[in-house]
């Protein structure tokens, strides 16, 4: 099992705001990284670090932390947005670990 | 920028060894970073297999270790995975990535590779 635990699906209206949060104790000490999956595809990064964006990822995506807690915003969700997003961090031991993932559907 | 291309066998017995070969372009392993394996059963979330930086130094998955190696041809600018004694429930598809320097995530993947196990 996962020690980084996501809400398997989310729903969010076309437009609106989403958050999809990524809890574990690990993410007191480390940054999430955050990787979006579309259908037959492969990851792809969205976010990393503090709130990082790579080149082409649009301003509507950004992330924050808190505690035990990270989280991916997307402002203003668009239809193209529906996907898997998975968190990614490090174990208490210092692997690499991803979250089970969350399914989001834009209405 | 890099692009990486994962191949090897399709189909695997089961008790046997799965090999793979991921293929970078764009970018001397040699030069640096860490290059990793990742894996995704169907309709299931991600795995993290391990990772080798360009020197050799290999990490991997705790749940995984006894099974995996993970090599790199730096003359071939390519690196491998070897999973032994494998099961159905080694049955996903496989991607190969090209990680962060410093905090080890992925952030070039490969388009993956579907590996069934079956006899």
């Known amino acids: 099992s996962s020690e980084l635990t996501q809400d398997p699906a989310v729903s969010v209206a076309l437009g609106q705001t989403v958050r999809i949060t990524c809890q574990g104790d690990s993410l007191r000490s480390y940054y999430a990284s955050w990787y979006q999956q579309k259908p037959g595809q492969a990851p792809v990064l969205v976010i990393y670090g503090k709130n990082n964006r790579p080149s082409g990822i649009p301003d509507r995506f950004s992330g924050s932390s808190s505690g035990n807690t990270a989280s991916l915003t997307i402002t203003g969700a668009q239809a193209e947005d529906e996907a898997d997003y998975y968190c990614n961090s490090r174990d208490s031991s210092g692997n690499l670990v991803f979250g089970g993932g969350t399914k989001l559907t834009v209405l | 920028q890099v692009q990486l291309q994962e191949s090897g066998p399709g189909l695997v017995k089961p008790s046997e060894t799965l090999s793979l070969t991921c293929a970078v372009s764009g970018y001397s392993i040699s030069s640096g970073y860490y290059w990793g394996w990742i894996r995704q059963p169907p309709g299931k979330g991600l795995e993290w297999i391990g990772s080798i930086y360009h020197s050799g130094s290999t990490y991997y998955n705790p749940s995984l270790k006894s099974r995996v190696t993970i090599s790199v041809d730096t003359s071939k600018n390519q690196f491998s995975l070897k999973l032994s004694s494998v099961t159905a429930a080694d049955t996903a598809v496989y991607y190969c990535?090209?990680?962060?320097?410093?905090?080890?995530?992925?952030?070039?993947w490969g388009q993956g590779t579907l590996v069934t196990v079956s006899s």
């Open positions: 990535a090209r990680m962060d320097d410093s905090s080890g995530y992925p952030v070039y």
